[in-house]
């Protein structure tokens, strides 16, 4: 313990973080300490105020401090297509990774029943809803390839076929870099039987 | 970019922590949004407490939140003993791994003429004070084996003869779970001249 017990509770602190643990928390607090005083003052205040003010948008569900996210209220974004993801992180990987300029539909989980999460916890009613408005033309499913996720899927595509909204998922196969060798037996499945032409 | 101004400049905002680049300050903000908004809040007041509370020890100058840090406030340790270190890291590596249960003095920095740490910025004027108090019998100088922590050990063992104290310094060996196949010459070298009869 060093001689100040608020650079104690700091460095305890510090341990909320993900892959953050003591030695790697001493660091941080002697760095910003030393260092970067400026930012970490910076850091407390963007903490506390995300905590008090971000939420959920009231329309994708996805993280945001206005009732309606950024991108929901972006007449640019094409309101045709919507991205259904399980969670923020999710939607945020498409949109750096991908030319994407449609909407996000973030389920905050996926379809679990052992752990309380049903079609209700996962806002199935509000995008029902939305697909009833009759802008949607395209319900992109992106849910994680594993086994609750392809219920969630599954159920996804049933409400779009009830919409009468076409469903579409993201394609499985070999990724970018790998070796055919080393690649697991369902997904090198799912690339044989999915093959195009060239 | 998500859809969340706020949420971006947070994940902006933790990069101030070392080794946290743009995927780890990512990973982080949707962590402590999602499931730890508690830890988030303690630490946003703790990062705020620290950087506007705490300073240097008057004494010893270790970080400290007092004008004097607990260490040097505590009557049950040992006047005696003065280990004299680099950095407040250095201070808790020392506290962490021996049983030392003298006073500290830190130095904030090591003798570097080139950056304009010279004895006043190491504070060594208050180090001879404190020799001069009489209280101190022993200097341990804990710098670091660079050519500028040696350095920085040898004013310090001359300021520790002008008091008439005794000065050591830490011994330098084969570290432990080594192997002397791959231990640099300089270590080996130190190592065999240093041998102990067992």
């Known amino acids: 313990m060093s001689g100040s017990p608020l650079l104690n509770e ?6 909320c973080l993900p892959g953050v643990g003591a030695k790697t928390a001493q660091r941080m607090a002697f760095h910003v300490l030393e260092r970067d005083r400026g930012g970490a003052s910076r850091l407390a205040d963007k903490l ?9 948008s009231k329309r994708c569900r996805t993280f945001s401090e206005e009732a309606v996210c950024t991108l929901c209220a972006n007449p640019a974004r094409d309101a045709q297509l919507l991205c259904v993801v399980e969670t923020p992180v999710d939607q945020l ?27 209700r916890e996962l806002g199935l009613d509000l995008l029902a809803a939305r697909l009833a408005e009759g802008q949607v033309r395209e319900l992109i ?5 594993t086994v609750e996720g392809e ?6 595509s049933q409400l779009a076929r009830q919409a009468g909204v ?12 790998g070796e055919l060798e080393f690649i697991d037996r369902g997904t090198l499945a799912h690339a044989f039987g999915g093959r195009l032409s060239i």
């Open 166 to 177: 076409r469903a579409t998922r993201l394609a499985h196969g070999v990724p970018l870099g």
């Open 10 to 15: 700091l460095i305890e602190a510090l341990r």
């Open 151 to 156: 219920a969630t899927a599954h159920m996804l």
């Open 93 to 119: 990987a498409i949109e750096q990774a991908t030319g994407f300029r449609g909407h996000y539909f973030v389920l905050l989980g996926r379809l679990s029943p052992l752990d309380g999460l049903g079609p």
């Open 141 to 145: 499913v992106a849910t994680n390839p």
């Open 48 to 56: 506390a105020a995300a905590v008090e003010r971000i939420g959920n």
